[in-house]
Protein backbone atom coordinates (compact mmCIF):
# COMPACT_ATOMS: atom_id res chain seq x y z
CA UNK A 1 0.00 0.00 0.00
CA UNK A 2 0.73 3.59 -0.63
CA UNK A 3 1.69 5.44 2.64
CA UNK A 4 2.86 8.96 3.72
CA UNK A 5 5.16 10.15 6.27
CA UNK A 6 5.44 13.57 6.93
CA UNK A 7 9.08 14.55 8.63
CA UNK A 8 10.38 18.20 10.11
CA UNK A 9 7.74 19.68 12.37
CA UNK A 10 8.56 21.52 15.68
CA UNK A 11 9.21 25.14 17.13
CA UNK A 12 10.01 28.31 15.77
CA UNK A 13 10.26 31.77 15.99
CA UNK A 14 7.73 34.94 14.72
CA UNK A 15 10.26 35.87 11.76
CA UNK A 16 12.09 32.27 11.39
CA UNK A 17 12.17 29.80 9.29
CA UNK A 18 11.36 25.65 9.00
CA UNK A 19 11.55 23.02 6.29
CA UNK A 20 9.04 20.28 6.66
CA UNK A 21 9.06 17.05 4.08
CA UNK A 22 6.36 14.09 3.00
CA UNK A 23 7.43 11.19 1.78
CA UNK A 24 5.38 8.72 -0.27
CA UNK A 25 6.39 5.10 -0.31
CA UNK A 26 5.03 1.70 -1.42
CA UNK A 27 3.71 0.38 -4.79
CA UNK A 28 3.27 4.13 -6.36
CA UNK A 29 2.11 3.68 -10.38
CA UNK A 30 2.39 7.30 -10.50
CA UNK A 31 1.78 10.46 -9.00
CA UNK A 32 -0.61 13.53 -9.60
CA UNK A 33 -0.19 15.59 -7.29
CA UNK A 34 1.26 16.26 -3.84
CA UNK A 35 0.89 19.15 -0.89
CA UNK A 36 -0.22 20.49 2.24
CA UNK A 37 -3.18 20.90 4.29
CA UNK A 38 -3.36 22.85 7.84
CA UNK A 39 -5.16 23.07 10.22
CA UNK A 40 -5.50 25.67 12.69
CA UNK A 41 -6.76 24.78 16.15
CA UNK A 42 -10.15 25.24 16.08
CA UNK A 43 -10.82 26.30 12.40
CA UNK A 44 -11.38 24.01 9.39
CA UNK A 45 -8.58 22.52 7.80
CA UNK A 46 -7.16 24.61 4.65
CA UNK A 47 -5.70 24.03 2.01
CA UNK A 48 -2.06 26.10 1.96
CA UNK A 49 0.17 24.61 -1.30
CA UNK A 50 0.53 21.99 -4.01
CA UNK A 51 3.17 20.66 -6.42
CA UNK A 52 1.57 19.05 -9.73
CA UNK A 53 3.59 16.93 -10.97
CA UNK A 54 1.91 16.89 -14.34
CA UNK A 55 2.44 20.77 -14.94
CA UNK A 56 4.98 21.19 -12.02
CA UNK A 57 3.34 23.92 -11.45
CA UNK A 58 2.86 25.24 -7.78
CA UNK A 59 0.07 26.77 -5.89
CA UNK A 60 -0.68 28.45 -2.42
CA UNK A 61 -3.12 29.64 -0.41
CA UNK A 62 -2.95 33.86 0.18
CA UNK A 63 -1.82 33.54 3.76
CA UNK A 64 1.52 32.02 2.60
CA UNK A 65 2.43 33.54 -0.88
CA UNK A 66 5.87 34.70 -0.94
CA UNK A 67 6.18 33.21 2.22
CA UNK A 68 6.43 29.55 1.83
CA UNK A 69 7.43 27.11 -1.14
CA UNK A 70 6.74 23.46 -2.19
CA UNK A 71 8.98 21.95 -4.25
CA UNK A 72 9.86 18.04 -5.03
CA UNK A 73 12.30 15.39 -5.87
CA UNK A 74 10.84 13.13 -8.35
CA UNK A 75 13.30 10.45 -7.43
CA UNK A 76 12.40 10.26 -3.17
CA UNK A 77 8.41 10.90 -4.46
CA UNK A 78 8.82 13.66 -1.70
CA UNK A 79 7.36 16.94 -1.29
CA UNK A 80 8.57 19.64 0.27
CA UNK A 81 7.61 22.78 1.82
CA UNK A 82 9.74 25.32 2.75
CA UNK A 83 8.21 27.91 5.64
CA UNK A 84 9.98 31.38 6.17
CA UNK A 85 8.80 34.57 7.58
CA UNK A 86 6.86 32.42 10.12
CA UNK A 87 4.15 34.08 11.82
CA UNK A 88 2.06 32.88 14.87
CA UNK A 89 -0.80 32.77 13.11
CA UNK A 90 1.21 29.51 11.06
CA UNK A 91 1.02 27.04 13.98
CA UNK A 92 -1.04 24.26 12.68
CA UNK A 93 -0.99 21.13 11.84
CA UNK A 94 0.07 20.26 8.76
CA UNK A 95 -1.22 17.65 6.92
CA UNK A 96 0.32 16.41 3.31
CA UNK A 97 -1.85 15.34 0.75
CA UNK A 98 -1.11 12.93 -2.36
CA UNK A 99 -2.89 12.20 -5.43
CA UNK A 100 -1.48 8.63 -6.28
CA UNK A 101 -2.36 5.49 -8.69
CA UNK A 102 -0.66 2.35 -7.07
CA UNK A 103 0.62 -0.62 -8.96
CA UNK A 104 -1.53 -3.12 -7.21
CA UNK A 105 -4.75 -0.92 -7.15
CA UNK A 106 -4.69 1.35 -9.82
CA UNK A 107 -7.48 3.51 -8.88
CA UNK A 108 -6.97 7.62 -8.20
CA UNK A 109 -7.00 7.73 -4.48
CA UNK A 110 -6.57 10.50 -2.44
CA UNK A 111 -4.11 9.75 0.56
CA UNK A 112 -3.45 11.69 3.66
CA UNK A 113 -0.27 11.86 6.54
CA UNK A 114 -0.86 11.48 9.99
CA UNK A 115 0.45 15.14 10.45
CA UNK A 116 3.19 17.11 11.81
CA UNK A 117 3.13 19.88 14.38
CA UNK A 118 4.43 23.77 13.80
CA UNK A 119 4.32 26.10 16.41
CA UNK A 120 5.55 29.55 15.93
CA UNK A 121 6.15 31.73 19.57
CA UNK A 122 8.42 33.56 21.33
Known amino acids: QVQLVESGGGWAQPGGSLTISCAAS????????MGWFRQISGKEREFVAR????????NYVDAVQGRFFVSKDNAKNTVYLRMHNLKPEDTAVYYC???????????????WGQGTQVTVSS
Open 97 to 111: NADIRSTTSPTPTTY
Open 26 to 33: GDIFSISG
Open 51 to 58: FGWNSEST
